[in-house]
C-alpha cells in the first residue's frame, strides 16, 4: 500500500506561482505512472498531468499545458507540479495519485493510491 502525502498548497493572486509536492512512501524509481488531479467546486475531478517516473515522459491537460510541468525526483521518491500562470480556474484542490494499473492516464479510476490534496486557491 503506498501512502502519497502532499504538500505545497496555499492562496495565491493571479499569475502568480506554487510548486506542490507529493513524496511516495515507496520508491518512485519502478518506472510506473503517477499524476496529478484536481477537483475545482462543483466540478469533477480531472487530470492535470501525469508522469512515467522511469522514462520521465510526461503528458499534461491542455488547459494547463505551456503552464504547469509536473517533474520527479526519484531519489528523494518525489513527484512535483510546477504552476505557474496561475488562474481563477485553477483553483481546486489537487491530489497526487499512484498505483496506475494501465489504460487511459486521465482516467482518475486507472490508480490506485490517492494523496489526502492541498488546495490550492488563486484570488
Known amino acids: 500500500h503506498v501512502q502519497l502525502v502532499e504538500s505545497g498548497g496555499g492562496s495565491v493572486q493571479a499569475g502568480g506561482s506554487l510548486t506542490l509536492s507529493c513524496s511516495a512512501s515507496?520508491?518512485?524509481?519502478?518506472?510506473?505512472?503517477m499524476a496529478w488531479f484536481r477537483q475545482g467546486p462543483r466540478k469533477d475531478r480531472e487530470e492535470v498531468a501525469s508522469i512515467y517516473t522511469g522514462s520521465g515522459l510526461t503528458h499534461s491537460a491542455d488547459s494547463v499545458k505551456g503552464r504547469f510541468i509536473i517533474s520527479r525526483d526519484n531519489a528523494e521518491n518525489t513527484v512535483y507540479l510546477q504552476l505557474n500562470s496561475l488562474k481563477l480556474e485553477d483553483t481546486a484542490i489537487y491530489y497526487c495519485?499512484?498505483?496506475?494499473?494501465?489504460?487511459?492516464?486521465?482516467?482518475?479510476?486507472?490508480?490506485?493510491?490517492w494523496g489526502q490534496g492541498t488546495q490550492v486557491t488563486v484570488s
Open positions: 495519485a499512484a498505483g496506475f494499473a494501465g489504460g487511459s492516464v486521465f482516467r482518475a479510476a486507472n490508480y490506485g493510491y
Open positions: 515507496e520508491s518512485t524509481s519502478s518506472g510506473n505512472c
